[in-house]
């Protein structure tokens, strides 16, 4: 009897260690949602065809040789995710990712053009949620907190499922679900081609 004491003292440890570091990550952060106009942005980015999962070291390569290469220090990281991976097979998921550039960019930008794409999001109206950026672990709690209420959300205003730009912003520590309502398709399948 001894024996399972100890290890229902170890198990419920373990468990309150798990939701005190998912609370620092964002587990108990409110999730509110609002229309406004977002953008526009410039982006620098390279297409990712396959699992979601994988983007990060693309993101952060990309950021790392703007910064290296091109002497660029974009603040704010994204990827624009096109499939609900509900829907569709992980190894044809798309998605552009990349970083956003605070002012349109300087000179460098031909030399940038070279080896990645360059593209105007455009302002538009939106429905946006932000939620607080810890770390990479963030990005895991968001996905299973907002995208539901983002998807219920839809629903409720009969709004057409569209791409969601995440945009990681470590320098105001947060996450910013960017779903635009009145962009039109073409403009995102631009980014793609």
């Avoid at 974009?74 to 624009?80: A, I, S």
């Avoid at 080896?115 to 302002?123: F, K, L, N, Q, V």
């Avoid at 770390?135 to 709004?159: C, Q, T, W």
């Amino acid at each position: 009897m001894k024996i399972v004491g100890i290890i229902a003292i170890i198990a419920s440890i373990v468990i309150i260690a798990g939701i005190i570091v998912l609370a620092r990550y964002g587990l108990f952060a409110s999730v509110k949602i609002s229309e406004q106009t977002a953008g526009p942005y410039t982006l620098v980015y390279t297409k990712h065809i396959g699992d979601y999962k994988n983007v990060a070291p693309v993101m952060d390569s990309l950021y790392s040789d703007l910064k290296d290469n091109y002497g660029m220090e974009p603040p704010k990281g994204f990827g624009l995710y096109y499939d609900n991976p509900r829907d569709v097979d992980k190894e044809e998921l798309r998605s552009i990712v990349g970083c956003i550039l605070d002012d349109g960019g300087d000179g460098n930008l031909v030399k940038v053009q070279e080896r990645y794409s360059i593209g105007e999001y455009p302002e538009s109206k939106s429905v946006v949620v932000e939620f607080p950026y810890k770390g990479s672990m963030s990005i895991m709690v968001g996905m299973m907190r907002v995208y539901p209420k983002l998807n219920k959300y839809f629903a409720e205003n009969d709004y057409s499922q569209t791409p969601i730009m995440e945009i990681y912003d470590q320098q105001n520590a947060k996450i910013q679900y960017v779903a635009s309502v009145n962009l039109s398709q073409e403009i995102f399948q631009s980014f793609l081609e």
